[in-house]
């Protein structure tokens, strides 16, 4: 009896100390005190909620967003090949659909009605309240992407077909103005000026000191845009805006500067994706290789300048392909991964490691099997693709780093990554670098693109000492060469735990979004918490990306 009563008194004193933290805390969520900037990651609501549970005041998280929108997929779905190793499949995979609506609506809001594309609202610590040149022709492929899918599929589209395709033309004729604005590199008539990363939102020029020249914006461009009119091409589409005529007119003024600017300019230094070191880097010679590749075949195809034009970039391609493969020195003897920017391995700054590197791999050659279709031949070819083992080897090197690096990454499976080991920007200024969504995504996506490659490719898998690293996580290898027969029972294994290990990255992209699936540039190191520029378009396209990949190679 006298027992009874104490336990009673004692569990009623922790009734009472738990409803009192529940109040506060639903207190400061219904205030609205967690702002967005420090708005609790999705695991730390989850916990919060199974400990309402624990103590009887249940409360299920409800997603405030479209939810209710979006036709949620059966339990039993099509995917049964993916678990993911924290989340029931279930959750995760509704999840995904959820994320990828809520990413495109998203990235929708980041663009005004003249096709003006914001890197991210924020118009303070930091200000991102601009059009940079690189982070709007990523969106844009994500835009063309959206079109490609719903066309192909002949799904039915959520946002309507007409208006996605006139915001890419928007941005189409805000770039060819854009391209005629004198700025602090010079003007349209001597190309200099198509270099400058970024412009204010009333396109004019930005004025202030920056790391500039960045060559990688003209062939990120030119890559987008002939995306698009490939895209036109494919499906019998025309282009609308009366101002932008027809293909053939995107052609000349517009994607035939861009790819001018690369024939002049490929071997000189500029800024990198990261817009701090003036050098050669791999993200930026890659992506102009890829520009010209692309321009190759309209250039062709519209007869060019009688066909001088089409040697020229051939001649240029060439070169600078031959640069990428060996002079610049992003395979450099003694080190197993791609060297980003060369010249600072050389100063012993930095290592090379860096997720531009496998950002470079993925525009380059995501669309190899559709552009295969239009008989690309082979001395064109792209280098440095999913199966290269230095590119395994840059991604694999980033993840063991990282691990490490980071504490909220202790007993993870998939872990989340930053830009680059050294990397000591925070969101606002010089701290400690961070995870970011765009890097984590960016994992996942290239697994998922290693995955589908593999399963077309129809042939066996050899992992030796020049591929290992990458595979060490998911199959014990003995000996010094093991041989993975296509569609036996080992293969198909190791696809399962691909499949794995690519969910893992986007589920840890999954915890660190907010209730509203919204993303930061990048989430902290320590905490989980989001940081940085609130609701980078970039970070939203990457996850969009990285979600359409994984139904790619799902669906083989
Ligand atoms: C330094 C950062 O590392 C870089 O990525 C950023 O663009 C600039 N600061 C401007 O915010
Ligand atoms: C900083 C990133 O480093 C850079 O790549 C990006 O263009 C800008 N932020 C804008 O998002």
Redesign the pocket.
């Known amino acids: 009896m006298y027992h009874y009563h104490l336990l009673h008194i004692e569990r009623d004193a922790m009734k009472l100390v738990s409803i009192l933290v529940i109040v506060t805390l639903n207190g400061l969520i219904n205030a609205q005190l967690w702002s967005y900037q420090i708005s609790p990651p999705t695991a730390i609501l989850e916990r919060y909620f199974k400990f309402l549970n624990f103590i009887g005041l249940d409360k299920t998280p409800e997603r405030t967003d479209t939810a209710s929108e979006i036709p949620l997929p059966t339990t039993s779905s099509t995917t049964a090949t993916s678990t993911s190793t924290t989340v029931p499949p279930p959750q995760f995979e509704s999840w995904l659909e959820i994320q990828q609506n809520t990413s495109f609506r998203a990235i929708l809001q980041n663009i005004n009605q003249n096709g003006v594309i914001v890197a991210s609202p924020s118009k303070q610590n930091?200000n991102?309240y601009y059009q940079w040149i690189r982070d709007s022709a990523v969106t844009v492929r994500t835009l063309i992407s959206y079109l490609e899918e719903h066309h192909d599929n002949n799904t039915k589209a959520s946002h309507s077909h007409s208006q996605v395709s006139n915001l890419i033309e928007l941005y189409i004729l805000n770039n060819y103005k854009l391209q005629r604005t004198p700025n602090r590199l010079g003007d349209f008539a001597n190309l200099a000026g198509l270099a400058e990363p970024k412009f204010n939102v009333d396109l004019t020029a930005f004025n202030e000191p920056?790391?500039r020249p960045q060559r990688d914006g003209p062939g990120l461009r030119a890559m987008t845009i002939i995306q698009f009119i490939d895209y036109l091409n494919r499906t019998d589409g025309e282009v609308i805006h009366p101002e932008l005529q027809n293909s053939n007119y995107i052609y000349q003024k517009i994607i035939k500067p861009d790819l001018q600017y690369i024939c002049q300019y490929w071997n000189e230094s500029g800024f990198d994706l990261?817009?701090?070191v003036d050098s050669i880097h791999f993200f930026t010679s890659m992506v102009q290789l890829k520009a010209l590749q692309m321009g190759i075949r309209w250039s062709k195809y519209f007869q060019d300048e009688d066909g001088t034009f089409t040697t020229k970039l051939i001649n240029s391609f060439d070169v600078l392909k031959q640069h990428i493969e060996n002079e610049f020195g992003f395979v450099s003897f003694g080190f197993d991964h791609v060297v980003e920017s060369p010249r600072l391995l050389d100063s012993g700054e930095r290592l090379g490691l860096d997720i531009a590197t496998i950002l470079a791999v993925i525009y380059a050659h995501e669309n190899d099997d559709k552009e295969q279709q239009t008989g690309e031949p082979v001395a064109n070819s792209m280098p440095f693709n999913v199966f290269n083992p230095h590119v395994l080897n840059s991604i694999s090197g980033l993840i063991i780093d990282m691990r490490q690096r980071y504490p909220i990454n202790k007993n993870r499976f998939g872990v989340a990554l930053g830009?680059y080991p050294e990397?000591?920007?925070n969101g606002?200024g010089?701290s400690e670098g961070n995870p970011w969504f765009i890097s984590t995504s960016t994992a996942s996506e290239f697994i998922y693109q290693f995955i589908y490659n593999l399963q077309i490719q129809k042939s066996n898998l050899v992992i030796d000492d020049t591929n290992r690293q990458f595979f060490q996580p998911l199959i014990n290898v003995t000996g010094n060469e093991y041989t993975l027969e296509y569609n036996s029972s080992d293969f198909n294994s190791l696809i399962t735990k691909l499949v794995e290990y690519a969910d893992s990255f986007l589920d840890v992209v999954r915890t660190h979004t907010d209730s509203q699936g919204r993303m930061s540039e990048q989430f902290n190191k320590n905490t989980g918490f989001m940081q940085g520029a609130k609701e980078l378009t970039w970070s939203y396209s990457a996850v969009w990306n990285a979600i359409r990949w994984r139904k790619k190679a799902l669906a083989i």
């Open positions: 930091p991102y920056w790391g990261w817009e701090e830009r990397d000591v920007y606002i010089t």
